[in-house]
């Protein structure tokens, strides 16, 4: 290899990853006995990002290429997507990756239990559950635990839950969900 710009080469199908970049990739993954994991940077959420030259690719993807060469267009929006079987969006291990169109993509998600809000390898947005944040991390919520604490104290102290639902700028539904346990199941008094 004469020139070592950490660029990619599409020729044919295949895909030329300098050494460099291969060294770089690899150095940033975390072998374990079924899933490859990607310790590199992860962009947006949960996926792994990986830099070549100014583009910012996810690490899965990447390890596709270098294993099977290029990723085939695909018509919709978002091309063909680079699926987990595992589940896992940070696993890099190429038996565990498989291509897919966007809408497989998020059957596959809602088979799996795992329909978040946002769906798309190229929004930034997927999410997994563990991401998700729950009570006051949450940017919208307009409670947080001591406020539920408080609402909860007041609704089993025999206040109306209409007057605190008006003094917490909330509805009379979110008291109600509080205390059917439907929302903030995880703050307890
Ligand atoms: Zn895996």
């Given amino acids: ?22 060294k770089n990739f690899w150095s940033k993954v975390n072998k374990t ?12 959420v949960v996926y792994g990002g990986f830099n070549i ?12 290429m270098i294993h099977n060469g290029t ?18 969006p940070l696993c890099v291990n190429p038996s565990h990756l ?11 998600m809602i088979k799996k239990g795992r329909n978040g809000v946002s769906f ?8 997994h559950p563990e991401s998700v944040q729950r009570g006051s991390l949450c940017t919208t919520a307009k409670l947080d635990e001591d406020k539920v604490i408080q609402i909860k104290k007041r609704v089993m102290g025999g206040e109306k839950q209409s007057s605190i639902a008006r ?13 059917k346990r439907k929302s903030w199941r995880h703050v307890s008094i």
Avoid at 33 to 44: K, P, Y
Avoid at 167 to 179: D, L
Wanted: proline share 1%; net charge positive.
């Fill in 1 to 22: 290899m004469q020139n070592a710009k950490t660029n990619i080469a599409e020729t044919s199908g295949s895909v030329n990853f300098s050494e460099t970049t291969l």
């Fill in 98 to 108: 498989f291509l897919g169109s966007q809408s497989e993509n998020i059957q596959d």
């Fill in 167 to 179: 003094e917490f700028s909330v509805t009379k539904t979110t008291i109600s969900y509080i205390m």
């Fill in 53 to 64: 030259g100014r583009r910012q690719v996810r690490a899965h993807r990447i390890s596709w």
């Fill in 120 to 127: 798309g390898d190229k929004n930034g947005m997927r999410k």
């Fill in 33 to 44: 006995d079924t899933c490859w994991i990607w310790t590199g940077c992860t962009n947006a």
């Fill in 71 to 88: 990723i085939p267009k695909g018509n919709g929006y978002h091309g063909t997507c680079v699926c987990h079987s595992c589940d896992n």
